[in-house]
């Protein structure tokens, strides 16, 4: 079955969404899913953007369960507004070790994770820690669907440019696995 979907200009409004690509089904789910609190402020985007930038949280043991990853979530949201003084949690998607892709800031958004490149991108965090190893087929496989969603959505330019956070300033984020996995992807940039 296939159906056309339409996205509002300035943020996805889902109480839990799966969308088919090819094989694959990617779940989105919402903000209240994880009890996010409001954004102080939040900055809009009109347009589709040139950036995705990948990052990781670099919680060592990641999530497994809807639990574990929701109370991840939550305790990253808590970071950002508390002690990093951000208007909501940083990132506008996270893709979790529970095999879904949660709400952050969501589309049409700037987010606070990449200095020059919020106003211009979208921010996906992988929980866990990719230093030594990648994260599941699954949750690439959901980073590639939620690009492509992006895409069709109107959210993200044909010709963006895919970044590795180190790539705009100096971190070790999304870690180096990570990041030489990202450097595979076709929309891949050296800058």
């Known amino acids: ?27 989105i789910e ?15 985007i009109r347009g589709a953007v040139d950036y995705v930038i990948i990052h990781h949280s670099d919680n060592p043991n990641g999530c497994t369960t809807s639990e574990q990853c929701k109370r991840m979530i939550k305790a990253i949201q808590t970071d950002h507004k508390g002690r990093r003084n951000f208007s909501d949690i940083g990132y506008n998607f996270i ?3 529970d095999g879904k892709v949660y709400e952050g800031r969501g ?8 200095p020059n490149y919020n106003r211009n991108s979208i921010g996906i965090v992988f929980i866990g820690n990719f230093e030594n190893q990648t994260p599941s087929q699954q949750m690439l496989q959901n980073a590639k ?14 010709d963006y440019t895919l970044l590795g956070h180190r790539q705009t300033k100096a971190t070790a984020c999304p870690g180096t696995a ?11 940039r050296s800058i």
């Open 145 to 158: 669907d939620l690009i492509a969603l992006a895409k069709q959505g109107g959210h993200l330019k044909d």
């Open 178 to 188: 990570l990041y030489n996995e990202i450097k595979t992807w076709p929309k891949w």
């Open 107 to 114: 589309f049409g958004l700037a987010g606070s994770h990449a």
């Open 95 to 97: 893709v979790a070790g």
């Open 1 to 27: 079955m296939e159906a056309t979907i339409k996205f509002p200009a300035l943020a996805v409004a889902l109480l839990c969404c799966s969308l088919a690509f090819g094989s694959n089904a990617l779940t």
């Open 30 to 44: 919402p903000r209240s899913s994880w009890g996010a609190v409001s954004a102080r402020s939040p900055l809009r």
